[in-house]
């Protein structure tokens, strides 16, 4: 069985606090992307996950969602050992939600040949995996809250854009704390609720409505270590985006385009123009 695993990008990202446990509470608009990971599995004499890059060369991944789900699962339900293959299209540490997505589909995947398990366990497995699990578990947009884990879908319009990895990833922990320390964050404190988007009043989102809301409260932190972010927003700009900026904590920046066709001649032309190092593609998002 081959899987699609797709990744998402943050249209809009606030941090509206932190929890005693040190978890964040966001507002984010998330939105699943054609930009996918493949998995492959088939039943097998021993339990064997796997991880290749896009040139088929191994990867050694320890401890990742894929790995958690699995364990998760003996634990919970009985069924073959399984080979799992997971070939990386995303790049790794890019705010992409690859890693997360990568569970997910073991999750659903082992629910539909195997269970079936019920909505809140696959929910409850997934929130033990990661935040951004459940997100994954449906490929919808979504309004989500909480520490990822609240979840709303909302509807928006099909929209095209060009993602750009400058080349390495930042790690997530570090990104908030990061944050954290500009903002003088601490565990247990909410910030203004003003801040937040909610109530929205219509869950039916335009493209110029989001574009209107587009913003990332991690951007700012992650541009002071690493200026290419804002250089990779501007060259976007300069190529005809809408609008610009960085996924999740990073490193990845998207550009809106008005289709696809102008998303790809954008692409060529932040191709040619970066270092090799760079990498740039051309996605849709899931829409009306």
């Keep these: 069985m081959k899987l699609q695993s797709p990744s998402k990008l943050n249209l809009w990202l606030k941090i509206i606090g932190r929890r005693e446990d040190g978890y964040h509470l966001l507002d984010s608009l998330f939105v699943p992307i054609d930009l996918c990971d493949e998995i492959e599995i088939s039943v097998s004499d021993e339990d064997d996950v796997r991880f290749f890059d896009s040139n088929h060369n191994p990867l ?13 699962l003996r634990g919970l339900m009985g069924f073959p050992f399984l080979k799992i293959q997971v070939t990386k299209h995303i790049p790794i540490g890019a705010g992409l939600g690859g890693a997360s997505g990568n ?48 979840i709303t879908k909302v509807a928006v319009p099909k929209m095209h854009f060009v993602v750009g990895f400058p080349g390495f990833g ?13 903002n ?41 270590k690493h200026p290419e972010i804002k250089r990779l927003k501007d060259a976007m ?36 123009h970066h270092p090799e190092s760079f990498q740039f593609f051309s996605a849709s998002s899931s829409g009306n």
């Design 60 to 72: 050694q991944i320890q401890n990742s969602t894929v790995h958690k789900a699995l364990g998760l």
């Design 103 to 150: 569970g997910a589909a073991l999750l659903t995947y082992v629910s539909k040949q195997f269970g079936p398990l019920s909505p809140s366990d696959l929910a409850s497995l997934a929130k033990s995996i990661g935040a951004d699990v459940p997100f994954f578990l449906e490929h919808q947009p979504a309004y989500v809250t909480g520490i990822g884990d609240q």
């Design 170 to 182: 930042c790690a997530t922990p570090d990104v908030y704390r990061w944050f954290d320390e500009q």
């Design 184 to 224: 003088g964050l601490k565990p247990n404190q909410t910030f203004d609720q003003k801040n937040m988007t909610l109530p929205l009043k219509v869950f039916d989102l335009s493209s110029e409505e989001v574009i209107r809301r587009a913003s990332n409260d991690l951007e700012h932190v992650v541009e002071a």
């Design 237 to 272: 700009i300069n190529q005809g985006a809408l609008m610009a900026q960085m996924t999740g904590s990073g490193s990845c920046v998207f550009g809106l385009f008005n289709d696809r066709r102008r998303a790809d001649e954008a692409r060529e032309w932040l191709k040619a």
